[in-house]
T-cell receptor, first 111, second 112 residues
Framework: GNSVTQMEGPVTLSEEAFLTINCTYT??????LFWYVQYPGEGLQLLLK?????DKGSNKGFEATYRKETTSFHLEKGSVQVSDSAVYFC??????????FGKGTRLHILP | GAGVSQSPSNKVTEKGKDVELRCDPI?????LYWYRQSLGQGLEFLIY????????KSGLPSDRFSAERTGGSVSTLTIQRTQQEDSAVYLC??????????FGSGTRLTVV
């Protein structure tokens, strides 16, 4: 079946540090891949997406590349800010139109 | 409306009572999804509607859970005889295109 595995948190970094949150997936066919973010007290928001192999999704300085050979979609940002503190969810969507989420990674950025 | 609206935002109920959670999707969005987010857990899929029909109910945890959608718009998730393990944030999302999911802010349910 379809599943998403992402690194457990919490992840604590200092401001301006480099961020990587690992995500790997298992799926039949060719799913679309997503990163969602949940800021404190807010709902889930789509951060970025990639719909086919080698696509790179990017938004707000975050990037993730769809790697079919390693079934991965790792989230990266070169210089994090305190305002990036949130919970990040990796997700996939296959043809049946249902999104499968990972368990989320809580990110704390220290000033 | 401008976004997905869920009500109530918070609900505290006694064990054994029934609760109804409401989701008002974005106008024109044909697909509607319910998820559950428990403390320390990811998002658990519950049910999916396409129009008024539910092609995928596979995530409903027990027969105490049911959902309906009328007029291709508002959906209600009903939990009968609530238990403490039902305490969670219940999230609704709607979608029109293949890739666009918009989530509501959720209903935080606490069963005491």
């Amino acid at each position: 079946g379809n599943s998403v595995t992402q690194m457990e948190g919490p992840v604590t970094l200092s401001e301006e540090a480099f961020l990587t949150i690992n995500c790997t997936y298992t799926a039949t066919g060719y799913p679309s891949l997503f990163w969602y973010v949940q800021y404190p007290g807010e709902g889930l928001q789509l951060l970025l997406k990639a719909t086919k192999a080698d696509d790179k999704g990017s938004n707000k300085g975050f990037e993730a590349t769809y790697r079919k050979e390693t079934t991965s979609f790792h989230l990266e940002k070169g210089s994090v800010q305190v305002s990036d503190s949130a919970v990040y969810f990796c997700a996939l969507r296959n043809r049946d139109d249902k999104i499968i989420f990972g368990k989320g990674t809580r990110l704390h950025i220290l000033p | 409306g401008a976004g997905v609206s869920q009500s109530p935002s918070n609900k505290v109920t006694e064990k054994g009572k029934d609760v109804e959670l409401r989701c008002d999707p974005i106008s024109g969005h044909t697909a509607l999804y319910w998820y559950r987010q428990s403390l320390g857990q990811g998002l658990e899929f519950l049910i999916y509607f396409q129009g008024n029909s539910a092609p995928d109910k596979s995530g409903l945890p027990s027969d105490r859970f049911s959902a309906e959608r009328t007029g291709g718009s508002v959906s209600t998730l009903t939990i009968q005889r609530t238990q403490q393990e039902d305490s969670a944030v219940y999230l609704c999302a709607s979608s029109f295109s293949q890739h666009g999911y918009t989530f509501g802010s959720g209903t935080r349910l606490t069963v005491v």
